[in-house]
């Protein structure tokens, strides 16, 4: 049980902004690299 508390220590330590930022480089590597089916599938929408 002390790791969790530990760990759960460390993570408000480092606050709302490094977890924000962490957040939206997640979805820029989500969003990164070319889409499926290539350029047609953008020009259908």
């Known amino acids: ?8 220590a460390l993570a ?4 709302a902004p ?3 930022d962490l957040l939206s ?3 820029n590597m ?3 690299g070319r ?3 290539g350029a047609k599938a953008t ?3």
Do not use: K
């Not at 408000?12 to 606050?15: A, E, F, K, P, R």
């Open 1 to 8: 049980m002390e790791t969790l508390e530990i760990i759960t």
């Open 12 to 15: 408000i330590s480092l606050g």
């Open 18 to 20: 490094f977890w924000f």
């Open 25 to 27: 480089r997640l979805v």
């Open 30 to 32: 989500r969003n990164a």
């Open 35 to 37: 889409r499926p089916g």
């Open 43 to 45: 020009e259908q929408t």
